[in-house]
């Protein structure tokens, strides 16, 4: 009789730019059963992240925030540091060919200064007003250490495997804009708080007093707080979900993020993400 186990996924982690806690961040990765998790800081996975460096690995997933400047200047902070050419073409080929990626939390902040990353990732972060499709957009706006119900939408999908119908989460939550026309939404809020229980995030980075500069008009907003979409020929899932420890030890949320990792991995999700098909706009 053989004992041979299946081997276990190859997990790129790429991280920095957004303090967490290491040690628990890769137990839980861990403790997902059958990951192999190598972490690699920004800006050195950066310089990682195209096809023939990747090829050894089955999926990566992204809990990093390169690309934005806090040293700067307090009127211009965060300034947004452009990614480097090879980076940019790396990323691109890395679409192309399909590979896999799940995305947490403040991910969806990283390298505004190319508006085609927050295309790939369905959704942006705003640490500054600016530019969004077209349309001028308010600094996103941030809760943390809330208390809210997840929701799984009404759709038969592989990461929502074994996932009950709501389960109660304590994490930081955003209010920022979704691509809701370009992703599959897996979780919603049951109830949003008001936007007075938001603080903006540019204010914040500025440390403005109440009283200084122009007042915040929070973005709208949107209840989907996890998804699944095509980026490029890529299979991703983003999940807002996952600030710290306590949303890390959570089993719901274990269970979701070892489901998007072995399902973007998997050649049903290359098949999903090449049948919705597309290359991101850049």
């Known amino acids: 009789m053989s004992l041979d ?3 276990p996924l190859q997990i790129f982690v790429a991280v920095k730019g957004h303090a967490f806690d290491r ?7 861990r403790g997902l059963g059958g990951m192999e998790p190598t972490m690699v800081d920004q800006p050195a996975a950066a310089m990682l992240l ?12 992204f809990y990093d925030m390169p690309g934005l400047d806090f040293r700067a200047p307090k ?3 965060p300034a947004a540091v452009p990614p480097e050419k090879d980076f940019v073409q790396g990323f691109e080929a890395l679409m192309a060919e399909g590979k ?19 295309e790939a990732l369905g959704g942006t ?6 530019e969004v499709r077209g349309e001028q957009r308010p600094s996103s706006g941030y809760a943390g250490d809330i208390v809210y119900e997840a929701v799984r939408s009404e759709i038969d999908h592989p990461v929502l495997a074994g996932v009950p119908t709501s389960f109660e989460l304590n994490d930081e939550l955003y209010l920022h804009d979704v691509f809701e026309s370009d992703v599959v939404p897996l979780l919603r809020l049951r109830q949003r708080p008001p936007p007075e229980r938001f603080i903006s995030a540019m204010r914040a980075v500025r440390r403005l007093a109440p009283d200084e500069g122009e007042p915040w008009l929070p973005p709208a907003g949107s209840d989907v707080i996890a998804w699944a979409k095509a980026a490029g020929n890529s299979p991703l899932v983003y999940f807002q979900p996952g600030d710290g420890t306590q949303t890390y030890a959570d089993p719901n949320y274990r269970l979701l993020l070892g489901n998007a990792l072995r399902w973007v991995a998997s050649e049903a999700g290359r098949d999903w993400a090449r049948a919705r098909g597309g290359l991101a706009k850049g």
Not at 23 to 29: C, D, G, L, R, V
Not at 50 to 61: G, Q, S, V, Y
Not at 125 to 130: A, G, S, T, V
């Open 5 to 7: 186990r299946p081997a």
């Open 125 to 130: 972060f705003l640490y500054k007003d600016r």
């Open 100 to 118: 896999a990626m799940v995305a947490l939390h403040h991910a969806l902040a990283g390298w505004p200064g190319w508006p085609a990353y927050g």
């Open 50 to 61: 195209n096809p023939e460096a990747m090829r050894r690995f089955d999926a990566i997933l």
């Open 75 to 77: 009127a211009e902070r």
């Open 23 to 29: 040690n628990a961040f890769e137990a839980m990765i």
